[in-house]
């Protein structure tokens, strides 16, 4: 039992407003738990590295705010926004989506929504939606699926029966604005019992490409389970985890559709495509390709089965609105043998496929499960 000084000081954990100075750690235990006595705020801590010589350690902190554990309770069944000033709003217009509450009826447009899938680039997600036409054998799968979002080139989204499809672009910020907008139309829409999957390609680490992983948890760069944002000038930090039923269900169903390997594991999220993700051919690189195999090698012992750039802030905010979230991304080479891409378009064509195989044949199972309970 011993008190120090806690590197992470004057840092806002989850909710934003509990900040810790000085705890009090039960090495053995690798937890610390502090309790803001002004507002009953709890904060769980776990060590993540300790030094005997300076007495300090490395903490990341998770499920810090109970009021914030009793929203996400209560929006289990609806999709959750926590933002008071939007009662304020006569109009909520979706900028990015060329949507809003005052001109369109998003009720009426997106009120049975109950699967979502999201990834990078429009025509994957065109190719998806036409793709699950098919298997639910809801509509013509020959026919045009207009772009609900038209009226902009910032994002794409497509709709069959219950399935809404949208793209998200590249990156932390440009998923993030997304999912900002999608939230709130799903919220205005009164939506309930939503489940959001996002699908795309990743790098894998020792696994053979074609490999589709489901994510176990999002970690950085630093392998730790966290997503962190700065709001007014400090940092935020938020949790990252991921709905373990639905990652077992989405296994569940891919052994049962025995095409590829599929696995679980930690998807390592990064800020950037070339030097945080260690690749050596960028335009600028200060490290070895033995610097780079360490790294990567550390990454592989910590759980990482993929590298990718969009996980960590799309199941933060998922979880802050109660809604059921997976990640399920194929691998397109093993960053362990090299950088850039050397299979043929026909093969990282096929590849690019598997997760909309393995995510459609799991809502068509949900949907036909449901259709017997009627």
């Keep these: 039992d011993v008190s120090v000084t806690s590197p992470w000081a004057g840092v806002s954990c989850y909710c934003g407003s509990v900040r810790c100075s000085e705890i009090k750690l039960f090495l053995s235990e690798g937890t610390a738990v502090k309790t803001n006595r002004s507002t009953g705020h709890i904060c769980l801590f776990i060590i993540c590295g300790f030094s005997s010589s300076n007495r300090s350690v490395s903490l990341f902190s998770r499920n810090m705010d109970q009021r914030d554990e009793k929203k996400n309770q209560q929006c289990s069944s609806r999709v959750c926004v926590h933002n008071p000033h939007l009662d304020a709003l006569k109009d909520d217009i979706l900028y990015h989506f060329n949507l809003g509450t005052g001109s369109h009826n998003l009720q009426a447009m997106f009120g049975d929504v109950k699967f979502v899938c999201v990834g990078g680039s429009p025509w994957r997600m065109k190719s998806f939606i036409e793709f699950i036409a098919a298997e639910l054998a809801m509509e013509d799968p020959k026919s045009e699926y207009p772009n609900i979002c038209a ?168 979880k802050l609105s109660g809604l059921r979230a997976a990640v399920v991304c194929v691998t397109l080479l093993d960053r362990l043998k090299g950088d850039q891409l050397s299979s043929s378009h026909e093969v990282l064509h096929s590849y690019q496929l598997r997760p909309q195989i393995l995510v459609g044949s799991y809502i068509k199972k949900q949907l036909n499960a449901k259709a017997e309970h009627i």
């Design 151 to 318: 009226g902009t080139d910032r994002y794409a989204m497509y709709k069959v029966g219950p399935v809404l499809s949208v793209s998200h672009g590249m990156g932390i910020p440009s998923i993030a604005i997304m999912l900002h907008e999608l939230i709130k139309l799903l919220h205005h829409a009164h939506c309930t019992d939503v489940t959001i999957i996002r699908i795309g390609t990743s790098g894998g680490i020792g696994l053979e490409p074609g490999t589709v992983v489901i994510t176990e948890q999002s970690v950085d760069a630093t392998f730790l389970p966290k997503f962190e944002q700065v709001i007014l000038g400090k940092t935020v930090v938020r949790n990252t985890d991921l709905d373990q039923g639905l990652a077992q269900e989405l296994l569940h169903c891919s052994k049962e559709l025995n095409q590829f390997e599929t696995v679980i594991g930690n998807t390592m999220c990064t800020l950037d495509f070339y030097e945080g993700q260690a690749r050596l051919d960028g335009a600028f690189c200060s490290y070895t390709e033995a610097d780079k195999q360490e790294y990567l090698i550390k990454a592989k012992e910590a759980g990482v089965c993929n590298i990718e750039m969009e996980s960590s802030v799309f199941a933060a905010m998922c």
